[in-house]
Structures are given as structure tokens and as C-alpha cells.
């Protein structure tokens, strides 16, 4: 598998009560998929510039140090980071390290946290339409996050993993007139057509006003290791907006038909396994994506119980 931009990396709690004489519990920084070990370089290069503090208390500059990245991290190398728990403050500073953290217009943030998005679901949650659907976070943005931090707070007694897609390895595997039929193709990605749906008109049509559908290119550099992949999710992405031109389109009759085929086939490429990892909840686990080069699924596997997570997204760049 090729692909380095992409995966989430993901710490994985060995959770055991807090009892003064017992050992606390650690978390492990591990790659997901020791499948495709190659996928995730860009993320760990960054996880290797931090290390975080071993004990909970307030957070300080010295949490957090910066040093050179010195090759590969597994989960066996001694630059894996363990910490004995980590609480919002930590949350919050780790996700700072990369850049600003943004809040969601619909989803609320903790109120002591701004820019930490409770994703919490309990058996009086209304049915879920907007998670358990294959998405790269905020594409409706001009600058969509970069990557998010997700802490498991509370885990469903069975289920609710989450699963990501390698978008760069998806791009990868297309045939090649396709590359070259979707090479000049830009798209509309819409939070009106996502989580404005259910609104009243009125509300639906000021979220529309806060926040204008983005275009972004359907193939998207990675900006970090050059590498291009495919920037459409089946979540967000409503239609090409530059389709309709002599060669794509030789009736006008077609145009429609022959441009959301094509979307359709495109934003399917997320369900194909081969390209996906699957990652097991545990109280505190942290997973960290590169939300540019991957979708996520949270499987919504588990009602009536409670899951509750929380995410720091972080602000990135206008995609290219
Ligand atoms: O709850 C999850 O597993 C992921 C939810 C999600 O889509 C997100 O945090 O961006
Ligand atoms: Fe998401």
C-alpha cells in the first residue's frame, strides 16, 4: 500500500482504576494499523515532536517539548509516549501544538473548553445521520482542519468504533483515464446541505450565510508530502462545479446524469476495506488524524448506550 499522508494515530488507553499504590493507567502511543505501518507518516512526525507530561495537573509550556524527529515510531520504540491520563486541558494544549482549534456551528463545545466538540450520544439522542457517514471533517469550510484530536470519555459497553479511509491510496488505485478525466474537476462541499437540512428555513438559510458552500479540487495536494489524492466525501460534497464543458458533456441532456455517475463513483472509493482501518474504543483511548488525506466513519453500532467523545479540530489550509 502507498500512501505516507495518511492515518490516524491513536493512543491506546490500558485502563485500570486510579488506586494510590496501583499503577495509574497508561495510554500507548501506537499506529492503528500495524497492517499498513507505512500509512501515517505525516502524524507521526508530528507525535514525535511531543512529548506529554506523565502526570494529570494544569497544563504548562514544559508539557509539551519539541525536539527533532529521528525516524519511524512504533509501538515499541521507547519515543512512544506514555501518560498516566490525560485530562481537557492536556486535550486542548496537545491539539494547540498544530495551530488554532476551530468549534462547530452545530455540534456545541464544552463550556469551559472552547474548541473541544462534545460528541456525546445517550438513548434520548435523536436518530444520527451526520457521523455514521464516510467524511473528511468540515470540507464545507474554505479551510478545512488539518487534523483532529478525538479522546474517547465514555465508551458503549459493545461497538462504536471508528473506522478511516486512506483517501491518498483510494486516489491512487483509480484507473488511470479517470485521473485524467477528474485531473481539472473542482466540487461543492455544503454544511446547508448537511447539517442545515433539518433546520428551519430561516436557520438553515443563516448557517448558509455564516458559512458559503466551499469548492475545493476534487484531487487535492497534500501540502505536506506532495502526494495527491481524492478530495470528495459522499457527507458533504454536493456536485462539480465545473462538469458542464464539449468534453465531458456532448448533450446537454447528459450533464446531469453524467456528473453526479461520476461523484458517486468517486465518493464510493471510501467504502472499499482495503483502504480502511478499523480502531476499537477504550475509555481515553486518543486517536489523532490527518483529516486532509483520510475519511472517518463512526460506527453507530450501539443505541440505547451512552458514547460520548470529545474532538479538537485543528484549523488548516485552503486545500489545493
Ligand atoms: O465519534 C467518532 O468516532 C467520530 C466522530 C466524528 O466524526 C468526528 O469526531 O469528527
Ligand atoms: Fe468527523
Known amino acids: 500500500m502507498t500512501g505516507a499522508a495518511v492515518l490516524a494515530v491513536v493512543t491506546d488507553a490500558v485502563v485500570a482504576p486510579v488506586i494510590p499504590g496501583r499503577r495509574a493507567p497508561e495510554f500507548t502511543w501506537a499506529l492503528i494499523s500495524q497492517r499498513a505501518p507505512?500509512?501515517?507518516?505525516?502524524?507521526?512526525?508530528?507525535?514525535?515532536q511531543v512529548a506529554v507530561s506523565a502526570e494529570p495537573r494544569t497544563v504548562e509550556a514544559s508539557d509539551f517539548t519539541l525536539r527533532p524527529f529521528a525516524g519511524r515510531v512504533t509501538g515499541a520504540d521507547p519515543a512512544c509516549r506514555r501518560v498516566a491520563h490525560i485530562t481537557r486541558a492536556q486535550h486542548v494544549a496537545f491539539?494547540?501544538?498544530?495551530?488554532?482549534?476551530?468549534?462547530?456551528?452545530?455540534?456545541?463545545s464544552h463550556p469551559d473548553y472552547p474548541g473541544l466538540v462534545q460528541i456525546y450520544k445517550t438513548p434520548d439522542?435523536?436518530?444520527e445521520r451526520n457521523e455514521n457517514s464516510w467524511h473528511t471533517d468540515a470540507t464545507w469550510r474554505e479551510k478545512p482542519p488539518m487534523g483532529c484530536v478525538l479522546r474517547c470519555v465514555e465508551c458503549p459497553p459493545v461497538g462504536g468504533d471508528t473506522m478511516w479511509v486512506n483517501m491518498v491510496e483510494a486516489y491512487?488505485?483509480?484507473?488511470?483515464?479517470i485521473k485524467t478525466k477528474i485531473a481539472p474537476l473542482r466540487a461543492r462541499h455544503s454544511i446547508?446541505?448537511?447539517?442545515?437540512?433539518?433546520?428551519?428555513?430561516?436557520?438553515?438559510?443563516?448557517?448558509?450565510?455564516?458559512?458559503?458552500?466551499?469548492e475545493h479540487p476534487v484531487v487535492r495536494t497534500h501540502p505536506e508530502t506532495g502526494e495527491k489524492l481524492l478530495f470528495v466525501n459522499?457527507?458533504?460534497?454536493?456536485?462539480?462545479?465545473?462538469?458542464?464543458?464539449?468534453?465531458?458533456?456532448?448533450?446537454?441532456?447528459?450533464k446531469s446524469p453524467a456528473s453526479s455517475q461520476l461523484l458517486n463513483y468517486l465518493t464510493s472509493q471510501a467504502n472499499i476495506p482495503e483502504f480502511q482501518v478499523r480502531f476499537r474504543w477504550k475509555k481515553n483511548s486518543v486517536a489523532f488524524w490527518d483529516n486532509r488525506s483520510t475519511q472517518?466513519?463512526?460506527?453507530?453500532?450501539?443505541?440505547?448506550?451512552?458514547?460520548?467523545?470529545?474532538?479538537?479540530g485543528i484549523i488548516g489550509d485552503r486545500p489545493f
Open 38 to 48: 507505512q500509512m501515517g507518516a505525516t502524524m507521526i512526525r508530528y507525535l514525535d
Open 95 to 108: 491539539a494547540r501544538r498544530f495551530g488554532e482549534l476551530e468549534d462547530h456551528p452545530v455540534a456545541g
Open 125 to 127: 439522542s435523536p436518530p
Open 172 to 177: 491512487a488505485q483509480l484507473p488511470e483515464d
Open 192 to 214: 446547508e446541505w448537511s447539517f442545515g437540512a433539518p433546520m428551519p428555513v430561516e436557520k438553515r438559510l443563516a448557517l448558509k450565510a455564516q458559512f458559503p458552500d466551499a
Open 234 to 254: 459522499s457527507s458533504f460534497t454536493t456536485h462539480f462545479t465545473n462538469f458542464n464543458v464539449p468534453s465531458n458533456v456532448r448533450f446537454g441532456q447528459d
Open 296 to 312: 472517518h466513519y463512526a460506527v453507530m453500532d450501539y443505541a440505547p448506550t451512552v458514547r460520548r467523545m470529545e474532538r479538537a
